[in-house]
């Protein structure tokens, strides 16, 4: 039984390594940067010398899994390809054996494992030496992002009671997001052309790009309810902030190494407190001037 065990835990790991395998060399064709491209196919005749080590063990052929290597082609077309290979991995780890198995694995021939463990080492160190053009401006997309949730999400929250009428909340969240998405994206340019780069537009763009986005998401809810759901509107779009917040968090901790929980506590502690902050204002604004809408 120890046995079967044994050489099912292999061709598990095996199957693994030849999966991983095609996903890199898939991932390499749609790869411009010729450094970039080449690691990548390091990577992957590392993956395959990891087949190798499992293959003398069992002495059988193993196929990819092709379902699994389609999705992660797509992940990559759609989020990169440093955040498909990294969350790839994890992949990997999160379906790998118990350690009571590998330590099975590990009396039947140390050996074996001694030179898979050098081998996975030496792999972190080529994925380390990945560059994605893209990752170089998760400085400005944070930018974006955050000042996005931070004055889209206090105005809309404002404008809610203040205003209480959806076309009017979304009429005025429009207006305040695209100019605060040119005053961004304006200022980001300026800042990274004073700390001499260059690629300064591409930078500017980046942080616009990703502050326009998050605006037409948190005014959706404005634009697609009846005129006078301004309260449900403004539930959803708090939770658009933390479901936006979430996920932007979960790519940079997986595409960046980041602590996920540190991050999306402190994003989504000073949004919401500020949109609270904001809220009360339009109430109190509203009460004080006696505006009635």
């Known amino acids: 039984m120890e046995n079967k065990t044994i050489l099912e835990t292999t061709k598990h790991l095996q199957q693994g390594e030849i999966t991983e395998k095609k996903i890199l060399l898939q991932i390499s064709k749609t790869v411009k940067d010729e450094k970039n491209r080449s690691t990548l196919i390091k990577m992957a005749e590392e993956e395959q010398k990891h087949y190798d080590i499992w293959k003398s063990f069992t002495k059988v052929n193993m196929k990819p899994k092709m379902i699994t290597v389609f999705i992660f082609a797509l ?26 198995t590998l330590k099975m694995l590990e009396n039947e021939n140390s050996q074996l494992i ?34 996005a949730l931070v004055e889209m999400a206090g105005s809309l929250a404002g404008y809610s009671f203040a205003l209480a009428s959806n076309k009017l909340i979304a009429l005025a969240g429009l207006i305040t997001g695209i100019s605060a998405t040119l005053s961004m994206a304006s200022s980001e340019f300026l800042s990274a052309r004073s700390d001499g780069e260059e690629n300064a537009f591409r930078s500017a763009s980046y942080t616009g790009i990703t502050y326009l986005f998050t605006v037409i998401l948190l005014i959706l809810p404005y634009l697609l309810l009846p005129d ?17 917040i979430a996920a932007f968090n979960y790519y940079i901790s997986v595409a960046k190494d980041y602590s996920f929980k540190k991050r999306f506590f402190e994003m989504a502690g000073i949004s919401i407190s500020v949109a609270l902050l904001s809220f009360l204002i339009g109430l109190l604004v509203k009460e004080f001037l006696g505006v009635d809408l």
């Open 75 to 100: 992940i990559a077309r759609i989020l990169g390809y440093t955040f498909a290979i990294k969350r790839m991995e994890r992949w990997q780890n999160e379906y790998n054996v118990d350690s009571k």
């Open 114 to 147: 001694s030179i898979f463990e050098d081998e996975i080492q030496h792999e972190k160190e080529l994925m380390n030496m990945l560059d994605e053009e893209r990752l170089k401006y998760i400085g400005s997309m944070i930018l974006g992002l955050n000042d």
């Open 228 to 244: 006078k759901m301004f309260g449900t509107a403004l539930v959803i779009m708090m939770i658009t902030v933390v479901v936006i």
